[in-house]
């Protein structure tokens, strides 16, 4: 068995601002807690990109941007990646040009729901968001479990700073899950946003009522882990039989400008 370190490349979906300072450090704190010893997790962001990928076109440029960051992960000595946003945008298109594991962390938080309850329901700080989360659960095939998706009516503009008054968050990620536990009987919540789950994680709030909260950054995290220990071991990598398959020559071959 083969129990050295492992190097995480954590990645966000977005650019870095100085204002994303204190996601940032809350993002860190949380990766730092839930790795397990000899675990190393670097937080990357994107060279370019929009800050706002909850439209269609900024999220498919954003995807792309993603991928072509995180294609030197391997090259830097990294064992595994994380896709660090809720909706799992770039995961099927990191997998077919990386050798090494990529974790999503909706796909690894939805797995864990599955493994702790019969039903889950998904937290999310606006609507916007809850619809294109809705299409990742579908082509994940793992819809039946799911009985909601609980908006909390929050701009996605607000949500970068929102952790500078995490009392008015934690009431409506409170209020949001409690009615889904009610109205819904969902048994397990997963958080919809990587910056709600991070603070909820650090505050210790793991669960409502009973109910299991997943916070999806310490998923992903565990199933890199989990996936890089599988692959050291075995040898086992992704199956390149067809979504994950990698386009041959595909660095040197770049379409004409139209």
């Known amino acids: 068995m ?46 370019q990109g929009f800050f706002n990928p909850t439209f269609s076109y900024t999220l498919a440029y954003n995807t792309l941007s993603q991928t072509q960051r995180i294609h030197a992960a391997a090259r830097e000595g990294y064992d595994a990646v994380v896709i660090g946003n809720a909706l799992d945008f770039g995961v099927r298109e990191a997998r077919s040009i990386l050798t090494i594991p990529v974790a999503g962390v909706l796909e690894s938080a939805l797995y864990f729901a599955s493994s702790l309850g019969n039903s889950y329901a998904v937290v999310v700080v606006h609507n916007q968001t809850g619809q294109f989360l809705a299409d990742a659960v579908k082509r994940y095939g793992m819809m039946d479990r799911l009985v909601t998706i609980a908006d909390m009516g929050i701009p996605l503009a607000e949500v970068a700073d929102i952790y500078k008054n995490t009392d008015r968050l934690l009431h409506l990620f409170d209020e949001a899950a409690r009615k889904a536990i009610h109205e819904h009987h969902a048994e397990v919540i997963i958080t919809g946003c990587t910056i709600l789950s991070s603070l909820l994680t650090l505050s210790k709030i793991h669960s409502v009522e009973g109910i299991p909260v997943i916070d999806p950054v310490w998923a992903g995290i565990k199933m890199a882990e989990a996936l890089t220990d599988v692959h050291r071991n075995y040898g086992i990598e992704v199956s390149r039989a067809s979504v994950y398959g990698t386009c041959p020559d595909w660095e040197k071959e770049i379409p004409p400008t139209q």
């Open 2 to 47: 083969n129990n050295q370190g492992i190097k995480i490349w954590y990645q966000n979906p977005v650019p870095f601002l100085d204002e994303f300072k204190g996601l940032e450090s809350l993002i860190g704190q949380t990766t730092k807690s839930m790795g397990r010893q000899g675990t190393n997790i670097d937080q990357k962001w994107l060279k």
